[in-house]
């Protein structure tokens, strides 16, 4: 491994597994990327799809299955107490010092990594004051709100002036200007050279805070690039999504143009739908999207996405087969180019089911 | 999979952020001793309510068996000396188990406060090694104010040889040994079996634990005598009472040779601690 002066990598994973113990399949399968320092890089995925768990390879947390993880140029798992020098990270849940006070627990966290007495005062008030903590210094966390118990959280992680920051979903359950004031912080500590990798399932937060953007779903990762390019993988950019209502059987009239069926249920029906969508000009892709409000009981719901390169063109053929099916169209909008649209595009699934 | 290579421009950031350079001894004790200063410093933020945990149980211990019973005649002048030892080797024991275990199970099921010791630069099995040194000075503490408890309570029955070094040789290996078994059942047990600390734990070490008797007078009840044998207080109250009380009429008490109890001891404490670092470090790595 070359000197760290040299490397221009902040963190390299290289075909790092995790499989737990009587575990059906890998947490974390075979994922290899690399972060340049100074970038903020997000692992973007639903929930399970083994973004925390490389978090914790990368934190001396989790032991690799095999694969190996380098933090400023050190192997994570040979030399733990190097990494834990370079690196900090602000977990998903709260895991604040409930018997100290937020100046205290910031003083305490410097002093376990070594720095002197009147060197870590100076920077506790300093990151106080920066994330707005000033006036609450001396209370016992414990009576915090969530947005303020995640800037301390942000606040003692920066005590050991790390290189590398692990941000777990770190705008999660917060309100909206709490998380517009983390973002703001986040990108500041960029702006000190700070590399940050952190963890989402928040399209937004993803596309406005970083600068690459790795896919994950089932343990790995399904593409990796900037938000733009990201974007550019959708056909066309935008896309058409229906949500109708499918009939129990197909009409008779359109029988009498396809041919019969033999499994004349529902999902059937939906698919000779999506088919004859699909044959549509300029219709490169119909793909059943697997949402929420399916999973919650609405079960005559069906929602499809329509890709192409000009899916505005054939939209009144669209409602004339959906009426000719006799579907019910409860809504039909246009997706704009999106993260979300992205995700949905390469896993046929809503980042939020 | 193919490596992912940036496209970002910012590489070229500049860094403010340094790595002290400082070997590695120095940065692993660093942390030992910083991350003990915070256990100590929340301790005495505590200490009144740290008093009333610790104290109250030897304090109803030795105002029942020291004082009323031998007033009222129901137990021999001598018993309250001998029983002292006694009540200073379940007092450690009670206040290893509340101040670490109870504390433990809720960190590592809900609170997650240790998080940020596991992620300091120092091997995980020095955290858990921290909490057992903690925990010792803690019972230390907790075993001078209980002398100066049954100093007050005893008055003139208060008698305790001069064996200063002796007496604080065993209650230091004692208190590591309770210490390293609170670590084990503080990262075995999860919160919601906090039931057994008290129903199974508390209550056998204090019945089987050799505290209200000596063991040499469980000769006649061998099965009792020998299931004692498995109890760490057992080994505390009999070498406490061999440093501790004085001889009666010139005879000095019958107890436990001094070497076994210290062997007791001694086994007790590596065997918790090699269990307990093991179960700790299975808890919180995965």
């Not at chain 1, 409930?98 to 007495?117: C, K, M, T």
Request: proline content about 5%; aromatic content about 8%.
């Amino acid at each position: 491994m070359s000197s760290a002066s040299e490397n221009p990598y902040a963190i390299e994973v290289c075909n790092l597994v995790k499989r737990y113990p009587k575990a059906a399949a890998n947490a974390v399968d075979d994922v290899s990327f690399a972060v340049k320092r100074g970038e903020i890089f997000g692992l973007l995925g639903p929930n399970g799809a083994g973004k925390t768990t490389i978090l914790g390879m990368l934190t001396t947390r989790v032991i690799p299955t095999s694969g190996t993880a380098h933090i400023m140029g050190i192997d994570v798992a040979r030399d733990q107490i190097a990494a834990k020098q370079r690196f900090s990270v602000v977990p998903q849940r709260t895991n604040l010092d409930l018997s100290l006070n937020a100046r205290d627990i910031l003083r305490f966290h410097a002093s376990y990594h070594g720095i002197p007495a009147a060197k870590r005062n100076a920077l506790a008030d300093q990151l106080l004051a920066e994330f707005g903590l000033a006036d609450r210094r001396k209370d016992l966390v414990k009576n915090y709100s969530g947005g303020m118990t995640q800037r301390v959280m942000i606040a003692r992680a920066m005590m050991h002036t790390p290189q590398v920051l692990f941000l777990d979903e770190p705008t999660n359950n917060l309100d909206p200007q709490a998380r517009l004031f983390l973002w703001e912080r986040i990108r500041t500590l960029q702006g000190r050279g700070i590399t940050v990798l952190l963890t989402t399932h928040d399209m937004e937060e993803a596309s406005q805070l970083c600068d690459r953007i790795a896919i994950m779903d089932h343990g790995s990762i399904l593409v990796c690039d900037t938000p733009a390019e990201l974007e550019k993988l959708v056909p066309g950019g935008t896309s058409l999504e229906l949500h109708i209502s499918v009939p129990q059987q197909v009409p008779e009239h359109v029988l009498a143009t396809i041919g019969p069926s033999e499994t004349p249920a529902e999902v059937s029906v939906l698919s000779q739908l999506q088919q004859a969508l699909g044959s549509l000009p300029g219709v490169t892709k119909v793909e059943e999207i697997h949402d929420v409000r399916k999973a919650e009981g609405q079960t005559g719901l069906s929602i499809l996405r329509l890709y192409g390169e000009d899916v505005l063109a054939p939209i009144s053929q669209v409602s004339h087969i959906v009426a000719e099916w006799n579907a019910e169209l409860l809504d039909l909008h246009l997706a704009r180019p999106s993260l979300e649209n992205v995700f949905i595009y390469l896993t046929g699934r809503n980042l939020r089911t | 999979m193919s490596v992912a290579t940036p496209s970002s421009a910012q590489a070229e950031a500049s860094f403010d952020t340094i790595v002290p350079a400082r070997n590695r001894f120095s940065v692993v004790s660093i942390a030992f001793w910083h991350i003990l200063r915070r256990d100590l410093t929340v301790t005495a933020r505590g200490f009144i309510p740290f008093l009333i945990q610790v104290l109250i149980t030897p304090l109803s211990l030795l105002f029942v068996f020291g004082r009323v019973m031998p007033g009222v005649g129901m137990t021999q002048q001598q018993y309250p000396s001998l029983f002292l030892p006694g009540v200073i080797a379940v007092t450690i024991f009670i206040a290893s188990l509340q101040g670490m275990s109870i504390s433990l199970m809720l960190d590592l099921d809900s609170h997650h406060e240790i998080e940020d010791r596991l992620l300091a630069p120092i091997p995980v099995n020095l955290v858990a090694l921290e909490k057992v040194v903690f925990t010792a000075i803690r019972s230390l503490v907790a075993t001078a104010f209980t002398f100066l408890e049954a100093y007050l309570i005893l008055g003139s029955r208060y008698q305790v040889q001069n064996n200063i070094l002796l007496i604080l040789g065993i209650l230091v290996l004692y208190t590591l040994a309770c210490a390293a078994l609170a670590l084990l059942l503080g990262s075995a047990l999860t919160s919601d079996k906090i039931y057994l600390l008290f129903s199974l734990f508390l209550s056998l070490a204090l019945y089987t634990g050799c505290v209200y008797y000596t063991w040499s007078s469980l000769s006649s009840i061998r099965a009792l005598q020998i299931i004692t044998l498995f109890n760490p207080v057992t080994y505390a109250a009999e070498a406490l009472r061999f440093a501790m009380v004085p001889p009666a009429g010139g005879v000095p008490l019958e107890t436990m040779p001094l070497v076994w109890s210290l062997l007791g001891m001694s086994v007790s404490f590596l065997l918790f601690l090699w269990f307990g670092v093991r179960v700790f470090r299975k808890k919180v790595i995965s």
